[in-house]
């Protein structure tokens, strides 16, 4: 299957940094790439839809100034959290869609902001 | 709108069978199956796309009720490998062909020895 490349799978930084998190198609071009949230033991929550060469789409409820996407090519999206807080402590998972509809998971990156 | 999973959770012996629902509210284009262990990102499982459809995958298999609106996962003697959550994913006709998919809560199951 096809595969999704996910960096870091680890991140701790301290309260107000930006952390910055890649997800990469390593073997499909992606025009569309997703981010997810997931809290533990709960559902994965979408929060935008990246498209290649424009802006992002947000789901209702995610501060896009808080939360921003970049998706510079059509292997390539990136998620920068800024001025990240506790509250933004979550597991970060990114996703792509290959020619035939499936879905293919990024392995998430798990943030703890101190 | 989020589906609904069901049952939330289940514990079975190996070798036992298991069903898991997933029904909407809205009018679904495709119902998405996947696993997910502890610690770990979603593994596909299978992807529905017609009304009616059913697939099957080794002893997992699916079905998909597009006028119930609703989709079934079926676990047939199930192996300790089994255990995870499981998540179904749908996408509505609206946002068809674009990958968008919301997912239900989640299901875990437990298969014990």
């Known amino acids: 299957g096809a595969v999704v490349s996910q960096h870091p799978s680890r991140v701790i930084c301290k309260s107000g940094t930006s952390v910055k998190i890649e997800c990469r198609s390593l073997?499909?071009?992606?025009?569309?790439m997703f981010w997810y949230r997931q809290f533990p033991k709960k559902s994965l929550m979408l929060m935008a839809t990246s498209n290649e060469g424009s802006k992002a789409t947000y789901e209702q409820g995610v501060e896009k100034d808080k939360f921003l996407i970049n998706h510079a090519s059509l292997t390539l999206s990136t998620l920068t959290v800024t001025s990240a807080h506790p509250e933004d402590s979550s597991f970060y998972i990114c996703?792509?869609?290959?020619?035939?509809?499936?879905?293919?998971f990024g392995s998430g990156t798990q943030l703890s902001v101190l | 709108q989020q589906p609904v999973q069901s049952p939330q959770a289940v514990i079975l012996r190996e070798g036992e069978d298991a069903v898991i629902n997933c029904s909407s509210s809205?009018?679904?284009?495709?119902v998405h199956w996947y696993r997910q262990k502890h610690g770990e990102a979603p593994v596909f499982l299978m992807i529905?796309?017609?009304?009616?459809e059913q697939k099957g995958h080794e002893k997992i298999s699916a079905s998909f009720n597009e006028k119930k609106q609703q989709s079934s996962l079926y676990l047939t003697a199930s192996q300790l490998s089994y255990s995870g959550t499981y998540f179904c994913?749908?996408?509505?006709?609206?946002?068809?062909?674009?990958?968008?998919?919301?997912f239900g809560q989640g299901t875990t199951l437990q298969v014990k020895p």
């Open positions: 073997d499909f071009q992606a025009t569309t």
């Open positions: 994913g749908t996408e509505n006709p609206g946002s068809s062909n674009t990958g968008k998919l919301i």
């Open positions: 529905l796309l017609k009304g009616g």
């Open positions: 996703s792509a869609r290959d020619l035939y509809e499936k879905l293919f």
């Open positions: 809205k009018a679904l284009y495709s």
